[in-house]
């Protein structure tokens, strides 16, 4: 994979919580419809990265690429001009709306007030073809039956169907997972990797993730944090052979 024009690239990210050195030196890229996966123990600063790239965290230094084309890591407000989209480990659907209306929130830049006020629920053309949208990307996380309950009277796993749909009714270039299939049963974990590796059509796609058996399933790249330190990248077979890897997994029962 070419690093010029890579999705997304980032150099010499260093993070500190006070004393904390919780990202030294981090690199990491994403090529072009590729899914690439980040592991590491807990507390390896997994989170940390992900949310310097989809502007939660703010780093003290680094490089960041989009494109190929330098320019200042994101801010959230940023994200969706930018193509980038992401699901959180805590899921944030609004439980008082409907599937449909949360899935239509994904594509809006505003939050939810800003959306109610510039007239969510007017029958207008940009609605219909927003509310199709929506459909469409629910059909693809194969929740299409949720349309219109209530989100707060979703089980679990539709409820993570449900945010993936969110955040792909913006047509993001880049996707950005934490934790996918944290907390789902091994039933789910199977239609969770199969979208995975459907989405990597359209776009490319990181993964923060606990579950070896999926990033061993749907990544082309991992890259191994430990203590704030990319101690390993590459193909899943290179990772999980590199010595490193398997001392630092050493006991963490992964
Ligand atoms: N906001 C914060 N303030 C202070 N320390 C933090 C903060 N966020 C993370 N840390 C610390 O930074 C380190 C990396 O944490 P991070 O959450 O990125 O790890 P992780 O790899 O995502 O772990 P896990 O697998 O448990 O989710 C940890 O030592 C954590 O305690
Ligand atoms: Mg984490």
Same mark, same amino acid.
């Given at each position: 994979m070419s690093t010029n024009n890579a999705a997304l690239r980032v150099e010499g990210v260093n993070i500190s919580f006070g004393g904390l050195r919780a990202l030294n030196d981090?690199?990491?890229e994403i090529g072009k419809n590729e899914v690439v996966g980040l592991i590491g123990p807990n507390g390896a600063g997994k989170t940390t990265l992900?949310?310097?790239?989809?502007?939660?965290?703010?780093?003290?230094?680094?490089?960041?690429?989009?494109?190929g084309k330098e320019q200042n890591f994101p801010q959230t407000a940023q994200l969706v001009d930018l193509g980038i989209a992401r699901t959180l480990q805590g899921i944030g659907l609004f439980g008082d709306l409907t599937v449909l209306e949360n899935v239509m929130i994904g594509a809006q830049k505003f939050a939810r007030s800003g959306l109610i006020s510039a007239g969510f629920g007017?029958?207008?053309?940009?609605? !219909?073809? #927003?509310?199709?949208?929506?459909?469409?990307y629910l059909e693809n996380?194969? %929740?299409? +039956? $949720?349309?219109?309950?209530?989100?707060?009277?979703?089980?679990?796993?539709?409820?993570?169907?449900?945010?993936?749909? !969110?955040? #792909?009714?913006?047509?993001?270039?880049?996707?950005?997972?934490?934790?996918? %299939?944290? +907390? $789902?049963?091994?039933?789910?974990?199977?239609?969770m990797n199969l979208l995975i590796r459907n989405l990597t059509a359209q776009m490319s796609v990181l993964i923060v993730e606990h579950h070896m058996d999926v990033v061993m399933t749907v990544c082309s790249k991992l890259y191994v944090l430990n203590f704030g330190e990319v101690i390993a990248s590459g193909n899943a077979e290179t990772v999980r052979r590199d010595p490193a890897v398997m001392a630092a997994y050493l006991g963490t029962g992964a």
């Amino acid at each position: 994979m070419s690093t010029n024009n890579a999705a997304l690239r980032v150099e010499g990210v260093n993070i500190s919580f006070g004393g904390l050195r919780a990202l030294n030196d981090v690199y990491l890229e994403i090529g072009k419809n590729e899914v690439v996966g980040l592991i590491g123990p807990n507390g390896a600063g997994k989170t940390t990265l992900f949310n310097a790239l989809c502007g939660l965290v703010k780093p003290d230094s680094g490089k960041f690429y989009l494109d190929g084309k330098e320019q200042n890591f994101p801010q959230t407000a940023q994200l969706v001009d930018l193509g980038i989209a992401r699901t959180l480990q805590g899921i944030g659907l609004f439980g008082d709306l409907t599937v449909l209306e949360n899935v239509m929130i994904g594509a809006q830049k505003f939050a939810r007030s800003g959306l109610i006020s510039a007239g969510f629920g007017r029958n207008n053309r940009d609605e !219909r073809e #927003l509310k199709e949208r929506a459909m469409h990307y629910l059909e693809n996380v194969y %929740a299409i +039956g $949720l349309a219109n309950r209530r989100a707060d009277t979703l089980s679990y796993p539709d409820t993570k169907r449900v945010a993936i749909a !969110r955040a #792909l009714v913006g047509e993001p270039k880049i996707l950005m997972l934490d934790e996918p %299939a944290g +907390g $789902l049963g091994s039933q789910d974990i199977e239609w969770m990797n199969l979208l995975i590796r459907n989405l990597t059509a359209q776009m490319s796609v990181l993964i923060v993730e606990h579950h070896m058996d999926v990033v061993m399933t749907v990544c082309s790249k991992l890259y191994v944090l430990n203590f704030g330190e990319v101690i390993a990248s590459g193909n899943a077979e290179t990772v999980r052979r590199d010595p490193a890897v398997m001392a630092a997994y050493l006991g963490t029962g992964a």
